[in-house]
């Protein structure tokens, strides 16, 4: 078992908490090709190390950012992406 630090709550199971998507990955527009969109909706980056990634947890239906190491699956850092709450 794994404990994540939601920013909202605090530390929590790990099966209270769902990936969100990979971090600073970008949507397509309205003139993307649909090969751009496949490529935004089907294929990840899946990197080996330091990753920044958002998640979100199920309890609050908060997302956040978390920052951990995909190989050896140490959560470094999570913090709030919300702007509001960023000072």
């Excluded at 939601?6 to 530390?11: A, E, H, K, N, T």
């Excluded at 899946?46 to 920044?52: A, E, F, L």
Aim: with cysteine.
């Amino acid at each position: 078992m794994q404990l994540i630090s939601c920013p909202f709550c605090g530390l929590r199971d790990e099966t209270e908490f769902r990936f969100g998507a990979e971090a600073g990955k970008r949507r397509g527009t309205a003139s993307s090709s649909a090969e751009e969109w496949a490529n935004y909706l089907y294929f990840q980056g899946n990197p080996k190390g330091q990753t920044r990634e958002i998640w979100v947890h199920l309890a609050c239906g908060e997302f956040f950012m978390l920052e951990r190491d995909s190989m050896t699956h140490e959560i470094h850092q999570s913090y709030c992406i919300r702007k509001e709450d960023q000072k």
